[in-house]
């Protein structure tokens, strides 16, 4: 499928205390989306030096298409600790290269031929990198599909990004903890969670809202349709990474136009083995991934 999926925000170096793997929610869901079939881009800056080289690299060895501008600023990188149940925490350095990506005209050029696009809050917390998502959202086709992964880190957000990228989305995709601080930020302590998606839903007009709960399962709402499913117990390596092919998975069963309940069972089971793997980015199985490109 030629189909343009794109993960739009930060690409950097997710760095462990023994290792370092290549992250960023948009990257790890580009990758995915490229996994499930479709032309899967990560649109991110890094900076002219070592560990911006080793990207291009990682990249070019995952076969993920890529439009990374090179910047004056250092390349990203998240330092990560995991607790006993290997849930991340992390550190996020500022003010590197995917803060002060810019609007190109190879930006624009892909914006108009993209069928789907993901992004975030944490990469506008700059204003250089939130005008350039901004402006890709703007011009992006009338039906393209427009997913906020609302990925709440640390800090980096506010009432507003999160108003007025709701506004821009049509597709929501948000865990436990962050619709705890949804509520608090919304004045919505009063409401449960099934009230706060489905207020979320209708008050932005939003297409499907997805509310994942770690070990807890997951929610998907519709206007008309509304799934529930456990979550599958594996052995957990990490976690970090779940989420993204979670979205991308439903992402790819959505635009074939498999029903939502379907969909929502292939994004659990792709999430569940990326829990088993070390790192965003595993590849999957052949066997498993023929189950989204029937």
Request: charged share 20%.
């Amino acid at each position: 499928m030629n189909k343009i999926i794109v993960g739009l925000g930060e690409i950097l170096w997710d760095v462990f205390p023994e290792r370092k793997v290549l992250g960023g929610a948009p990257a790890n869901f580009a990758y995915h989306a490229s996994q499930f079939g479709f032309n899967g881009y990560a649109v991110s800056a890094i900076g002219n030096d070592l560990l911006g080289k080793e990207i291009l690299n990682a990249l070019e060895g995952k076969q993920l298409n890529y439009l990374l501008e090179t910047t004056d600023f250092p390349t990203g990188t998240v330092q990560i600790t995991l607790s006993g149940a290997g849930i991340p925490q992390y550190e996020i350095c500022e003010n590197v290269a995917w803060d002060n990506m810019p609007f190109s005209n190879r930006a624009d050029n892909l914006a108009k031929n993209t069928t789907a696009v993901c992004f975030g809050s944490l990469a506008q917390r700059n204003e250089v990198s939130r005008n350039s998502i901004l402006r890709f959202l703007e011009t992006v086709p009338d039906d393209c599909l427009k997913i906020f992964d609302i990925n709440l880190r640390q800090h980096f957000y506010s009432k507003e990004i999160i108003e007025e990228s709701l506004k821009r989305a049509n597709m929501l995709k948000i865990n436990d903890e962050e619709i705890n601080i949804i509520s608090q930020m919304f004045d919505l302590q009063d409401y449960t969670e099934q009230e706060i998606c489905t207020k979320l839903l209708n008050e932005y007009q939003l297409a499907v809202v997805i509310l994942t709960k770690g070990v807890d399962g997951s929610l998907v709402f519709t206007e008309k349709e509304f799934s529930c499913l456990p979550t599958p117990k594996v052995h957990v390596a990490d976690t970090v990474g779940a989420g993204d092919s979670f979205t991308a998975a439903f992402v790819a069963a959505y635009l074939h136009g498999r029903p939502i309940g379907e969909a929502h069972q292939l994004a659990v089971e792709a999430s569940a083995y990326v829990c088993q793997q070390h790192g965003a980015m595993p590849q999957m199985p052949d066997a498993y991934m023929e189950l989204f490109r029937k």
